[in-house]
């Protein structure tokens, strides 16, 4: 019974003071890179997904539960999803301190360095971990099937097979390219969605929308 419940998604977190604290620092910084990063291309395209990705993921662990319980009245982060949200945030360290190299990296040409294996492998676990806790099993087994399709086609018959592929080339493919997580859904959204989402809650938190409700 309490297996089963990892197959389900999480619940939000009503976060004790000091965590919503901690969580309004990280939104700051989190919007002050946007700000500096998405009107204007101060910071190269790629370095900016893999800085939004690796920000989302951060609150991610902190706001959200592993599984789902009951709700408490002021909850702490447990250790493992500091330690993860830890990680995730090295992970966006790592691609912008080495992002000159990455950006003019061959993909499938250049190896991957242990760094990478370690940085690459980290994006595709923790991404998946947090599409299981905040969209539930069901998209996050259509994404392992397809993953597992990676390495099996070589092995399947008539127009379902394809010649395969290697760990390497798939953690490579997934993010250090923009056919993976780093793709044009989060590339949109690192720019025009963040800029009109948080436009809006300032236009809100200003009385703006109180306004136009009032005049209309």
Not at 161 to 181: A, P, Q
Request: overall charge neutral.
């Amino acid at each position: 019974m309490r297996l089963g419940l990892f197959f389900k998604e999480g619940r939000r977190r009503k976060l004790s003071p000091l965590w919503s604290r901690i969580v309004g620092v990280l939104v700051v910084l989190f919007a002050a890179v946007e700000l500096y990063g998405a009107p204007f291309g101060f910071i190269d395209s790629f370095i900016l997904r893999s800085l939004f990705v690796s920000f989302a993921i951060t609150l991610t662990f902190i706001c959200y539960t592993p599984i789902r319980t009951e709700p408490g009245q002021s909850e702490n982060v447990p250790v493992p999803d500091i330690l993860l949200a830890c990680i995730s945030l090295a992970a966006g360290a790592y691609m912008v301190l080495n992002g000159a190299e990455l950006v003019t990296r061959w993909t499938g040409v250049d190896p991957l360095t242990p760094a990478d294996w370690a940085v690459t492998a980290t994006f595709v676990l923790l991404t998946l971990e947090v599409t299981r806790r905040t969209v539930g099993p069901v998209l996050l087994g259509i994404i392992l099937v397809f993953i597992v399709y990676n390495f099996v086609g070589e092995y399947l018959p008539g127009y379902f097979g394809h010649r395969g592929s290697t760990m390497e080339v798939f953690l490579d493919r997934m993010v250090y390219t923009y056919d993976g997580i780093f793709g044009t859904p989060v590339g949109v959204a690192c720019t025009y969605v963040f800029m009109f989402v948080l436009f809006g809650q300032v236009f809100n938190a200003a009385g703006g929308g109180n306004f136009f409700f009032r005049l209309a």
